[in-house]
């Protein structure tokens, strides 16, 4: 959903706050964030296995998500736009901690490097990560 | 009753009303178990097999609500006392899952009994200033062989006899699997802990150490407290909910939330339920059922005074007497990896700070209080790599945070579930603003600790830290959370002999609609210091039993 230049912009702000998250995906967590209720189902919990990649969301589940992500959507053109607001920081560090350390199912992680660098054993039972 | 649709409605599907469905259908009642939430734990057609949803993912349960509830739709509101005006924050509130299973799912099923005293505080030790100290209307001897059953039920893990906690209530019948794998730091802290005078012991767990009821050993995958279990090694309450379904006399219905219990027209007794069938969006339908015999309200002790409130029932105390567990931590940084990323997230727990010495009862005295009660403590692990992250400054420290990791990879941390006397003025009740999507209004906590809580944690904080330094900590600091972030939450439909003074009677039902029963930990007269699931279960189990007959 971004551009290459948004891209760089949103892989910045995130780099800031976490060293290293945009080369972890940082940006691509953001952006399959972003654009989740594009899928069906939606890309917001991911499954436990290949046959069920994602869970369904109930209805009053995605009402919730596309006010979230409608929110989150603004916080990111604001920072595009270089004019963030006061609580911005906190969502995107939220972001930023959520790609390095996630799982890597949600797009961020990639590889399992943010778990390789901090030395955190890959889990017994992941989510699938298709 | 011809028309009715059952003979029981459970509302909740928890610990509480998963028991009350398992006990009454075994004996021949049919139920209706309405469930708010969505549901992730089993197939609602035969065989009624887990569904299989949950995973090790940090993101999913942790940060986006999959368990429920989503502040976003049910949004809670807190202050700490009226003086902060109509509240404080609008968001989550002590919030326990909102799914099929309940408070359960979400559990690291530590499961511990309480002890003879916890029923009868007020005969034992004596009232409190400030404090509403009184004893249960029902004693340990008439729950043990509720607790035998439902430790059977679960599926409990634990080491009686001379191995095990000594200060442990008495129990006829040892527990129905052995204790788990230690956890190796576990094993670490429970050493230092007796040298520095502690009695530290297998922790009661829900997690099968075998294979259980047909259901596989635990892992130790490391994901547990926080988290459904991807495999079901956690028994409660999933246990129970498949044997009510598989009796046939069960129609478990999750996305069903209630809003009204029905009375008759002479106001005295329900005859059923409205609920709005949250499968339909944007206008749920409302849906009326009929029970011939009696409602069971479990929807845990947040959500149950919320539906009595709106519904007018129970009397002026609803609400009243809310307490939680006052939580202290003492963290300890090691300087070698303490191994917390396996297991389940604790395994050992020790009892003495709820009992009665000659040093607490000099602390207590110092403090002005007639005597002082911890609460159980848990030997346990720290939080997953997102949660440590988040604790991090950012920029350029922050990877070495991380890579250092002193809250995480090196930390191990005692909690103490410290006993939160209960005070009138702590109370949940309704919001006068705030609605949840449904637009009924939000429940509203008001709640500020006693100083008996502060006393007890200032107390046990320096002996925690010295059995940390004890066990080769090199950094030993101790904490408490400023806002009532508890999950264990209770006390808000007071069980009693006396209708001035309770909610419920000692069979749990309703002083002003005797049909209505309180099967959760809304009953609870005291926290106690132990976490509250295998009591409220218990109790749940006795109610039903006496409604059965």
């Given amino acids: ?130 | 009753m011809s028309e009715a649709d059952c003979d029981v409605v459970i509302v909740g599907s928890g610990p509480g009303g998963g028991t009350v469905a398992e006990v009454l259908t075994a004996a021949g009642k049919s139920v209706i178990v309405l469930e708010k939430g969505r549901n992730h734990l089993l197939s609602l057609d035969p065989p009624y097999e887990p569904l299989r949803h949950f995973s090790n993912d940090e993101i999913a349960q942790t940060r986006r609500h999959l368990l429920g509830p989503d502040p976003l739709l049910e949004p809670r509101t807190y202050r700490r006392s009226p003086a902060d005006g109509k509240r404080l924050l609008v968001g989550e509130v002590n919030n326990l899952p909102s799914t099929v299973g309940g408070g359960g799912v979400h559990a690291d099923a530590k499961l511990p009994r309480f002890r003879e005293e916890d029923f009868r505080l007020r005969s034992e030790r004596g009232p409190v200033e400030g404090a509403s100290v009184e004893d249960w209307p029902v004693q340990y001897d008439d729950l043990e062989p509720h607790y035998a059953a439902v430790e059977q039920a679960f599926g409990v893990a634990g080491e009686d006899g001379p191995a095990g906690n000594p200060f442990a209530a008495g129990r006829r019948a040892p527990f129905p699997m052995p204790p788990g794998p230690d956890m190796p730091m576990a094993v670490v802290s429970s050493a230092a802990a007796e040298r520095v005078g502690l009695h530290p012991y297998r922790a009661p767990t829900g997690a099968n150490s075998v294979t259980y009821d047909s259901r596989p050993a635990c892992v130790d995958c490391g994901f547990c407290g926080g988290y459904g279990c991807p495999i079901h090694a956690k028994g409660d309450p999933i246990a129970s909910l498949q044997r009510a379904l598989r009796s046939g006399r069960c129609d478990l219905r999750p996305e069903a939330l209630v809003t009204e219990i029905v009375l008759d027209g002479g106001g005295r007794r329900a005859t059923g339920v409205r609920y709005l069938d949250l499968r339909g969006y944007p206008d749920p339908p409302v849906v009326e059922l009929r029970a011939a015999e009696a409602v069971v309200v479990a929807g845990g002790a947040f959500e149950t005074p919320r539906l009595l409130l709106r519904c007018g029932l129970g009397g002026d105390l609803v609400g009243r007497f809310l307490t939680y567990h006052f939580q202290t931590f003492t963290i300890g940084v090691f300087p070698e990896p303490t191994g917390g990323e396996r297991g389940r997230s604790v395994t050992h727990l020790h009892d003495d700070f709820m009992i009665d010495s000659p040093a607490m009862r000099e602390a207590a005295r110092e403090a002005g209080l007639p005597w002082l009660r911890g609460g159980v403590v848990e030997h346990g692990a720290g939080p997953g790599p997102i949660g440590e992250a988040m604790n991090y400054p950012t920029g350029e420290g922050h990877l070495r945070s991380m890579t250092d990791s002193a809250l995480r990879r090196r930390l191990w941390v005692f909690t103490m579930q410290g006993e939160d006397l209960p005070q009138e003025g702590n109370r949940v009740d309704l919001d006068p603003d705030v609605r949840d999507a449904w637009g009924l209004p939000a429940g509203r906590v008001t709640y500020a600790p006693h100083r008996h809580e502060l006393a007890a944690s200032e107390y046990a904080s320096p002996i925690h830290e010295a059995v940390m330094t004890e066990a080769g900590a090199e950094l030993a600091f101790s904490a408490t959370l400023p806002e009532p972030v508890s999950r264990h939450v209770m006390g808000t439909a007071r069980m009693g002999a006396d209708p001035r003074t309770s909610v419920v009677s000692p069979e749990q039902r309703l002083w002003d609609v005797d049909n209505v029963l309180v099967c959760d930990s809304s009953v609870f007269v005291t926290s106690a210091g132990y976490n509250p699931t295998l009591t409220l279960a218990a109790l749940a189990r006795r109610a039903a039993t006496l409604l059965s007959s």
Wanted: proline share 10%; charged share 25%.
């Fill in chain 1, 1 to 130: 959903m971004f551009s290459e230049s948004e891209r760089t912009r949103v892989g910045d702000a995130l780099d800031a706050l976490v060293p290293g998250a945009a080369a972890m995906g940082a940006v691509d967590y953001v952006e399959r964030l972003l654009t989740a209720l594009d899928h069906d189902p939606p890309r917001i919990w991911a499954g436990p296995d290949e046959g069920k990649p994602w869970l369904a969301l109930g209805p009053w589940e995605r009402q919730a998500w596309a006010s979230r992500i409608d929110q989150l959507r603004a916080v990111y053109r604001r920072v595009i736009d270089g004019a963030p607001e006061p609580g911005d920081e906190q969502i995107l560090h939220t972001h930023a901690c959520e790609a390095c350390y996630g799982d890597p199912a949600y797009g961020g992680n990639r590889d399992g490097a943010g778990w390789g660098r901090i030395a955190f054993p890959d889990p017994l039972f992941p989510p699938a990560r298709s």
